[in-house]
């Protein structure tokens, strides 16, 4: 059941989920400062919709699809996302705390400023995605292959990134206290800002390219030639 280019409030939705269907899909929709809490949308797919200030907490959102959609401002706070995916979204300082997003992803997603503080996070994969200034504490990327990640500045404390391969992407200025890189391939990593006493703390076995090194060395004073 398709629903096309309407600005729905939480009592038009209401009915329409009451309404037998197999799956809603809504299209050029509005939902912009609505009161979605606590709704049962499982299975929906939403094109192109906008969400900006919404309320999406506690909702049953398990098996959803969000292509292209704009939510800045809005909030997914203990909203169940299991297999979840998000493509193309702009989704800038959006709350995401204590959510279920086991196995969800986002592709080419904007959530700068976006906060996944104590998510359930197994299986959660990010790719060619904008995470500047989010807080992503706790979360483990342990043995993920992280494509394409702007974490600059992003508060990563206490995230698990051992044997974690990093393909481009930045940590710059990011926090990483008691995060844990062992074992990860960081080569191709932006870390601008990192200082050699962070390195040493965090960054023990893990694979820095010559360059970055150089970098590093740097801070002491030495020259590599």
Not at 19 to 33: G, T
Not at 69 to 77: I, P
Not at 111 to 117: D, K, P
Not at 201 to 208: D, V
Request: aromatic share 8%.
């Amino acid at each position: 059941m398709a629903i096309e280019q309407q600005t729905l409030s939480r009592e038009a939705l209401q009915a329409l989920l009451k309404q037998p269907h197999p799956a809603l899909e809504f299209v050029h929709c509005c939902f912009d400062r609505q009161d979605l809490s606590n709704l049962d949308l499982h299975g929906a797919q939403f094109t192109e919709c906008s969400f900006l200030q919404t309320s999406c907490a506690g909702a049953d959102l398990t098996d959803t699809c969000w292509q292209a959609c704009k939510g800045g401002g809005a909030h997914w706070r203990y909203a169940d996302l299991t297999d979840a995916s998000f493509s193309g979204c702009d989704l800038n300082n959006t709350d995401w705390s204590g959510a279920k997003l086991t196995s969800a992803t986002f592709c080419e997603v904007k959530l700068t400023g976006a906060c996944f503080h104590q998510t359930h996070s197994l299986g959660l994969t990010f790719r060619d995605s904008l995470l500047v200034a989010a807080d992503l504490r706790g979360i483990s990327f342990r043995k993920q292959t992280i494509e394409g990640l702007n974490l600059a500045e992003a508060d990563l404390s206490g995230c698990d990134f051992r044997q974690t391969r990093f393909e481009g992407g930045s940590l710059r200025n990011a926090h990483l206290q008691n995060a844990r890189f062992a074992g990860a391939d960081l080569r191709s990593v932006d870390l601008g800002g990192l200082k050699i006493g962070d390195a040493v703390q965090y960054f023990k076995g893990a694979t820095l390219s010559a360059e970055q090194a150089a970098l590093l060395l740097g801070e002491l004073g030495i020259h590599v030639a």
